[in-house]
């Protein structure tokens, strides 16, 4: 009877550490797939904050133009992109 306190706990506590895996799993993935999906002209926002549109897809870095008024250009790794930016929400914020 004691043991059974015991057990269930160490249950939850792998349910729990196998969920949160396989989460961690997806997210790769869904990064992994932005990252190699990146193309031309993409509207990105990096972990930095910096905003920027691609130029350039290399195999582990990406140039951004970030200004378009001095045609200022940024080198930035792959998995320094957090987000593609969608028109749609360009839109909206203006």
């Not at 043991?3 to 961690?24: C, D, E, G, K, T």
């Not at 792959?78 to 360009?90: F, L």
């Amino acid at each position: 009877m004691g043991l059974f306190p015991i057990a269930l706990m160490f249950a939850v506590v792998v349910f729990m550490m196998m969920s949160s895996r396989s989460q961690r799993k997806r997210e790769q993935r869904e990064r992994d797939k932005m990252h190699s999906g990146l193309a031309k002209n993409d509207r990105v926002l990096t972990v930095g904050g910096v905003i920027g549109t691609v130029v350039t897809v290399k195999d582990t870095e990406v140039v951004l133009k970030v200004d378009e008024t001095t045609n200022t250009k940024m080198t930035f790794l792959k998995t320094a992109i957090q987000r593609v930016m969608d028109e749609t929400a360009a839109v909206e914020k203006v």
